[in-house]
């Protein structure tokens, strides 16, 4: 994995298996709009937050631009008060995703399933009993992995200033 940051930016090279993913992280202080249909207009947004900024840049834009697998959304968590309602229960990123910055979110779903197919084992099929279980002893882990994913956007993919960056240089973290 190659990293590089400027303020609120970094672009990161994750290669493996023979192909290496370009990503493009930016902050931005307000919401986007865009149309998740038109990558063309995905592509431009990418393309004027990077522009101009030095290292491998023009020619990972240039990437994207030729692309025809491009992916764009934002880091977001989903954070619910219960993921059960009735006798529906979510599990994964349904009901806690931890945003790819966790780099955990298939770990979180095996996790919640097997909790709950363990909590439905423990109490025999009653689904009251066992909601109860999956809602209570889960979510001490996806409160740490999301707070985890959190500290690692601020930290250390996407570090804020010059100095949070050099700070991020000096320590051991991927
Ligand atoms: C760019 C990116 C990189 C990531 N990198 C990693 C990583 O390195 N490691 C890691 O562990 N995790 C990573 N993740 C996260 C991981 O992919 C997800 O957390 C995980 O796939 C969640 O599993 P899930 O089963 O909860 O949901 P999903 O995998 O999203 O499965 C939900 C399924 O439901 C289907 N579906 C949706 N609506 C309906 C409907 N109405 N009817 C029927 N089917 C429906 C969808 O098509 C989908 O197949 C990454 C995510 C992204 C976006």
């Given at each position: 994995m190659q990293l590089f940051n400027v303020p609120d930016k970094a672009i990161t090279l994750n290669a493996y298996n023979k192909k290496t993913d370009v990503i493009f992280s930016f902050y931005s202080e307000k919401e986007i709009p865009y149309d998740y249909r038109d990558v063309e207009q995905q592509q431009r947004i990418v393309w004027e937050q990077f522009?101009?900024?030095?290292?491998r840049t023009e020619e990972l834009l240039k990437e994207v631009q030729h692309s025809n697998k491009m992916y764009f959304d934002k880091f977001c968590q989903i954070k619910m008060p219960?993921?059960?309602k009735g006798r529906v229960a979510l599990v994964g990123d349904a009901g806690y995703c931890a945003s790819p910055?966790?780099?955990?979110g298939a770990s979180l779903s095996m996790e919640g399933a097997a909790a709950l197919a363990d909590a439905l084992q423990k109490h025999n099929g009653d689904f009251h009993l066992a909601f109860q279980d999956y809602n209570k002893n889960l979510r001490p882990f996806i409160e740490e992995v999301q707070a985890t994913a959190e500290l690692n956007v601020r930290?250390?993919?996407?570090?804020?200033?010059e100095e949070a960056i050099r700070l991020r240089n000096t320590k051991q973290v991927f």
């Open positions: 522009a101009g900024q030095g290292w219960s993921w059960t910055a966790a780099g955990m930290e250390n993919f996407i570090p804020r200033t």
